[in-house]
């Protein structure tokens, strides 16, 4: 694949050779994720040269080199005959890859981590929008800072274009995807060039509103625009020092964390004009509801403990719910329950199309009502019952795939918790550590409510939190197509059972 | 025509006879049970008053149930309420011998924490669970010879199932027992062993007779006393996990003992259409079973793991390996029993490290085979699962393949599948809520999780504060173990049954009212 970069679209035979479509898709995954890092750096670098930072060099070449570097690789990429779902959502993963290799790289060659593993931990848990870290930012420039809470941002972004451009155009899930221009609405997605333009439209102006609503409400125009890249993208991490201490700052984090958990179809039709009947989506009732009865549940178990108010009570539970993970440190004793309820929420998630993790309530709501007609069935076996959802009869291949999502989930879940209980951390952090990172939130609790701190834990351990955090912010099913697409793709390169036939063949001769 | 409450009366109705005639020759046999006991308490000399007082009562009311019901039309609502009933009236009735003696009577204790407590014991004897509320302040080694085996026997009649032997002997329910069975265990897809169902019962229960007397002669010669021999042969062939013993296995700290029970529990945790094909065919059948492989094979690989985690914390490889197996084995079959001889010994998997702790835990969830006497979401269902994910996934990839669910190789029917989705659903859906209500109620995180992944599968202790050394008083409040009782009580009739009962009627009631639903509020804005 490397000579064939090199030497341009007329490798191998001399001849016109196309590519591969996973060949294709990977090395434009690899360009985005490449591009993407350069825009951050060179952005980054820039407010670093107005702040009179150490790191503008770094930042500046880092960018430039990463630009070069795309740019050689889309340039020579060629189209394929036929490009496949599957090598899409691998081109995908690619790009989530690449951009997160090259934000580590920035940490380590401005010296913000001074190793390895903790660089690409923080890299993965910036893009991936889990607020997991392990670097002190108070050393940070404000170019670092920029890079930290920029990769957040275009790791939200990246979500949303999954969820709304990628993945209903790949065969699953299309009947959500907001098509259909009936009874005049403007739709969101009509076609993927389109969904593209209109999320950009809605996301930037979004990230520009909540900047405002921070400054307005006293935080500092750099500290807002940290706040609201992190809110905006559900990503959770903040500045140095404690930037969230302000009441009015909280009720902005609150409203701007509820928004960004708020499907992007719903925010849509609020912008177009087509507000009204908007609480007719049972999603959007089931979202608000968990968050009402969180809050209430939250206010109840933590009894009278000093200091917890509606306010505090709404900002942790969003914070869990839309998997944003702004800390909040606990006041009081909590309950055994609270840290429970917390995972719980982190566990269910935002809505679908947001740019929050976690397993997301309309798949939770299709998994019910595919349980409810299972109960159904048992009563009368003959009858033929369909799952419907928002009125309409959902395709047994949306069914699926959520049941399918929901077993992925899980398996990654444990399989997560045994590797990082195995090499070190205790069981409660464990288990509580990778729902965390498969949900992409953050930060861990211990059983009491205290914030556990990742740069105490082991390294191994850390580790093997990075596919988790990377299958969550991919949905699941779009890295496991990816892992097997590639095991398929290197069996083929093998060529094992030619190679097998002819030393067999060799041998009876 | 009748008009809708006239038809309503009568479903009400055929549930109330159907479940009471089920649940009368169920108590019967309970009786039988608590009779036993009497007679073991009177031949050893202990007074035997309350057992007597048990076994009358219960008798008696399940007499007067009996005879005084007919079964109506076995529709599918009426049978998993029928199936449901009678396992909540035979748990609830089952507490009657705890209840009399004063078993769990101590001082500062509430009569309701009483009443509680004797209800946890019986229904996690008749769930063939195997947790208890016995422990250091109310040893099981005080309590009378019958009373213990008693105890044992509910465990020994609730793994096979009440229903199935009800089936065996009422005559009224024969033409419908098959539906009767398959309700008491949806997932298993009940084999006719026989033509008449009624047979097919049979042979199972003289199976299951005939499994438990060998594990009792097996116990013998490895060194047991005759009485723990025959009690732990009950609860090891029905997967229960109930000793005689404070220590439970640990108390003989025997290997060949040890051996014994891994055994029995495999064997107890399988299939037994395949054992008793088997039988028929006098040639073993396991091998070519890919749920039976599966089974193994879970088994194999964690006590492999189990073995390497704990020789990498420090432990020898013998003891290692001696305590990695016994354990895995128990908890995977969901047997429940404990080979601990000292709080924070090498068989205190309570103070294992996390790693194996974990592995643990997913043993907890997993359980054994279908149409077997253990617990758990069970190996096919969760093959079925993977199965599923995999033909969907590839599918992606081939877009236009038809790709269907093998099992082994069987092709599993989509309808079936979906099934199989929705139990996995649901039962997460119980896990996930379960934890969360029993940490509202007193418990933390781990100790909630663990206690309800051990009380839906039937497995019997938990983890954290409900290690193998230590009680479900320890870790779960008065109220949190009810909830426990009621998850126990729901894992063992796999979920659907309990829920019908509560969304049959509900249905029916929909569907009978009169008059019309009202519109739903948000139906009043305009579009």
């Given at each position: 694949m490397i000579r064939s970069l090199l030497a341009g679209p007329a490798a191998g035979t001399g001849s016109d050779r196309t590519w591969g479509g996973i060949r294709t898709a990977t090395t434009w995954g690899a360009a985005v994720g490449m591009i993407s890092a350069a825009c951050l750096a060179l952005t980054a670098g820039l407010v670093d040269l107005t702040a009179g930072g150490g790191d503008t060099p770094v930042l500046l070449m880092a960018g430039g080199l990463a630009g070069v570097a795309s740019s050689l690789l889309v340039a020579r990429v060629n189209r394929p005959d036929r490009i496949r779902p599957s090598e899409v959502l691998s081109g995908a993963t690619t790009a989530l890859v690449s951009m997160v290799l090259c934000v580590a790289g920035l940490y380590l060659l401005t010296g913000a981590a001074g190793q390895p593993d903790d660089a690409l931990f923080e890299a993965t848990s910036g893009v991936t929008t889990t607020a997991l870290s392990v670097l002190d930012p108070s050393s940070f420039g404000r170019g670092l800072l920029l890079v930290r809470a920029g990769s957040q941002w275009f790791g939200g972004l990246g979500a949303l274009v999954l969820a709304v451009v990628i993945l209903p155009f790949q065969g699953r899930g299309g009947e959500f995807a907001d098509r259909s221009g009936r009874d005049g609405r403007i739709p969101l997605a009509p076609n993927q060039r389109v969904a593209l333009r209109n999320i950009f439209a809605l996301y930037v102006p979004l990230s520009l509103v909540i900047w405002l609503a921070y400054t307005l409400a006293g935080s500092g125009c750099f500290d807002s625009l940290l706040l609201a890249m992190a809110t905006v993208s559900t990503g959770g991490f903040t500045g140095p020092g404690n930037l969230l201490a302000d009441g009015e700052t909280r009720w902005v984090a609150v409203v701007g964390m509820i928004l960004s958990g708020t499907s992007i179809v719903v925010l849509w039709r609020l912008v177009v004009g087509r507000g009204r009947g908007l609480l007719r989506s049972r999603e959007l009732r089931s979202y608000l509801s968990i968050l009402i009865v969180a809050t209430g549940l939250f206010l109840a178990w933590s009894g009278p403990m000093e200091g917890v108010d509606l306010r505090e009570a709404l900002f942790t539970v969003s914070s869990a719910i839309t998997t944003t993970g702004f800390p909040s440190d606990p006041m009081g004793e909590w309950s055994a329950a609270l840290p429970v309820l917390l995972l719980l929420l982190v566990a269910i998630?935002?809505?679908?199309?947001?740019a929050g993790g976690g397993f997301q309530i309309l798949r939770l709501r299709i998994l019910l009502n595919s349980a409810t007609r299972e109960m159904v069935r048992q009563l009368h076996p003959r009858v033929v019952a369909r799952v419907r959802l928002g009125g309409r009869v959902a395709e047994e291949s949306t069914v699926r795939q959520a049941t399918v999502v929901q077993f992925v989930f899980v398996a990654v879940l444990f399989t997560t918790a045994l590797v990082v209980a195995t090499l070190g951390l205790d069981m409660a952090a464990a288990l509580s550590a990778s729902v965390h990172a498969v949900s992409t939130a953050g930060p861990v609790r211990a059983l009491d409510g205290s914030i556990l701190d990742p740069s105490g834990w082991p390294r191994p351990s850390r580790m093997a939190l990075l596919p988790a955090m990377v299958s969550g912010r991919l949905f699941l099913y779009p890295a496991a197509v990816t892992g097997g697409t590639l095991l398929i793709e290197l069996g083929n390169q093998l060529r094992l059972r030619r190679r097998w036939r002819r030393w067999r063949a060799r041998g009876t001769r | 025509m009748a008009g809708p409450r006239d038809q309503m009366s009568a479903i009400q109705s055929r549930w109330a006879t159907t479940t009471g005639h089920v649940a009368g020759l169920a108590l019967l046999f309970v009786a039988a049970g608590m009779g036993l006991g009497t007679l073991v308490e009177l031949l050893d000399g202990t007074d035997g008053g309350a057992m007597a007082g048990a076994t009358a009562i219960t008798a008696g009311i399940g007499l007067l149930l009996w005879r005084s019901t007919r079964p109506g039309r076995l529709d599918h609502a009426t049978v998993f309420t029928a199936v449901g009933g009678t396992w909540l009236i035979v748990s609830v009735l089952g507490a009657l011998p705890y209840l009399l003696a004063g078993t769990f009577d101590r001082p500062g204790i509430g009569l309701p924490v009483v009443i509680a407590d004797a209800l946890f014991e019986s229904v996690s004897g008749y769930s063939a669970s195997g947790s208890t509320v016995f422990g250091s302040h109310n040893p099981i080694a005080a309590q009378g010879t019958g009373l213990l085996l008693y105890r044992q026997l509910t465990q020994w009649i609730g793994g096979m199932g009440i229903v199935v032997l009800v089936v065996t002997v009422l005559p009224s329910v024969r033409a419908a027992g098959l539906g009767l069975i398959d309700a008491e265990a949806p997932g298993a897809g009940v084999d006719r062993l026989a033509p008449r169902v009624a047979d097919t019962a049979r042979r199972f229960w003289l199976l299951y007779l005939g499994l438990t007397i060998l594990v009792a002669v097996g116990l013998l010669a490895a060194g047991m006393g005759p009485f723990d021999a025959v009690a732990h042969s009950l609860t090891t062939i029905s997967t229960g996990g109930f000793s005689t013993r404070d220590a439970s296995i640990g108390h003989w700290d025997s290997l060949a003992i040890e051996l014994v029970i891994m055994l029995g529990l495999v064997i107890g945790a399988a299939n037994f259409t395949l054992h008793a094909r088997s039988l028929g065919t006098r040639r073993p059948l396991h091998q070519r079973d890919p749920e039976f492989r599966g089974y193994l094979g879970v088994l194999g690989v964690g006590t492999i793991l189990a073995t390497l985690m704990l020789c990498a914390d420090g432990y020898g490889p013998a003891t290692a390996l001696r305590n990695g197996a016994f354990n895995v084995v128990t908890l995977g079959t969901s047997g429940g029993f404990g080979n601990a001889t000292?709080?924070?010994?090498?068989?205190?998997?309570?103070?294992?490290?996390?790693g194996p702790q974990v592995l643990l835990l997913f043993l907890l969830v997993f359980?054994?085979?279908?149409?077997?006497t253990s617990g758990g979401v069970k190996v096919m269902r969760l093959r079925i699962g993977a199965a599923h994910a995999y033909r969907t996934l590839r599918s992606i990839r081939r877009p236009r393949a038809i790709l269907p669910v093998r099992f082994g190789n069987m092709v599993v029917a989509d309808h079936l599948v979906e099934r199989v989705a929705g139990f996995v659903v649901v039962y997460g859906m119980f896990l996930v809520g379960g934890t969360l209500v029993v940490a509202a109620l007193g418990s933390d995180l781990l100790t909630a999780l663990s206690g309800v992944a051990s009380a839906l599968g039937n497995m019997g202790p938990a983890l954290n504060q409900a290690g193998p050394t230590a009680s479900f008083v320890d870790g779960y409040s008065s109220p949190g173990r009810m909830v426990l009782a009621l998850l126990m009580l729901v894992g063992r009739l796999e979920i659907f049954p309990m829920l019908l009962m509560v969304v049959a009627p509900y249905r029916a009631i929909q569907r009978h009212a009169p008059g019309r639903r009202p519109d739903r509020w948000w139906r009043r804005f305009p579009r």
């Open positions: 998630g935002p809505m679908t199309g947001s | 000292t709080r924070g010994g090498p068989g205190d998997f309570a103070s294992w490290p996390a359980g054994g085979c279908t149409g077997s």
